[in-house]
């Protein structure tokens, strides 16, 4: 049991983060922190729209933007403040966030597996 | 106080009512900031009778509703306390479009976008180290020197340089006046055609060694008129001209800034108007994170301001100073901070020596 639960541990630990984006979305590596950061709104001509995934926020905020969860939300309340920019929603889980990038122009989020019917920009 | 009526009013229906379809789901959030404390200080200023004690400071209000894909809003409102009681201030009312990255274009009231901290901070108090701003920062009531809020146009960009940024502000906005000796942005029109022109560009390094170190250069021009309250009419006018940098280094723990203004003003009621009359102000000030939750800061501040110069003379806070302060800040929470801070002025040109002053303040943002 306890041999499960380490391996459970390291496998999520080594878990795959894939940002995926409306099909109307097309980013590279850079833009992608930088929309998730609110230094970049606008990709071609549509409005990009970030959304959090609960269940993996640490994980990406570590692996893509290389900060905290302290740091990311200081950075959004400064951002917001002094650029007028809301922070990006956070759903709860992969399935609410696929469900949100399909169905909104220019959104853009992540989650832990490959999803139809939606862009996969990149994968960390 | 109708205007302030209205305004509040409309901010609050929009509280209310959905704006595009995401927030139509989800309502649109209010933000703000708030912070209470106490204080003590040794000025032994014939109006300085409170002294020490209990204080409660700015109640903020913000709203950022986007009404388009590219139409977006920032409302602000401000309770502050002022002589006793608490006065209702509409800090920021801004409507923009965005183009690009490259261009969000403002109209309205704004934080006048100058050096770091106005627009980084202003009334947010918990997202500052620092309890108390740079004194010739502080808000135009406040001792400020500089016009921390404008009425205009605002247009805002940036772009990449490989893994920098390129950060750029420029503002046309009606000039500020002098009225009952401090200054006023004249927000309903401009009283004169002494239009305000200023802009700032700064490079944010996001790579190698200077990763979280940005430069910024700024500057503005305006008339400035001083105006009599009793009569209205024009005491005295300067055409100002305002340059200068900043800087901010924000990695490994540590928080950097400095800003750093070059005023050479003239006086065009003088017998030379054309003579420059040079001042300068400035700060530094360095944190450093000792516990993910403690940092302790310092912080060094001087103001030289000519006395030959209308826009200073003119202007209750416009004396000469230096100031000295350090402290600590607490991260009690993701949004809360606790804070200590010791602070020691010397105002220049002034037979009061200097004072010193302790302050503790609890601040939150939500």
Redesign the interface.
Known sequence: MLFLAVLGTGIQARAEIYVIGNPDVTLSS?EIA?AFLG????AGST?L?PVDNKALQKDFLSKVLNMD??KY??SW??K???????AP?VKSNDADVIEFVKS?P?AIGYVSSPASGVNTLAKY | MTCKRIALSTMLILGALPVVS?QAE?GL?L?GFADVGMAFSSDSAPESFRTRGATVGNFDL?L?P?FS??T???FEILFEPDDGRYILDIERI?V?Y?F??LL?AWLGRF?TPYGYWN??F?H?A??QTSILRPRFLDFEDAGGILPAHSVGFWG?G?F?VS?D?VVYDVYITNGARILGDELDPNIQLDDNKNTALGGQVAYSFGNGPLDGFRLGFHGYTQQIDTINAGTGSVDANSITRVYGFSTVYENHGIEALGEYYRFSDRNLAAADPEKALGSWAGFVQLGYDFL?ELTAYGRLEKAELDQEDAYFANQASGRSYTRESAGLRF?VG??TALKFEFLHTNLKATDQAGFNEGRLQYAV?F
């Open positions: 850079s930088d230094e970049k709104q606008i409005k729209v969860n302290v939300n200081s309340t400064k917001s403040f002094r650029d007028g920019i809301p929603k909104t220019g | 995401a989800e959030p933000h913000y950022t986007q894909d590219r977006k809003g920032l801004q923009g965005t690009s990255d969000t934080h627009t980084a202003h947010g918990q997202i805002t940036q990449r893994s940024r993910p991260r993701m949004n943002n």
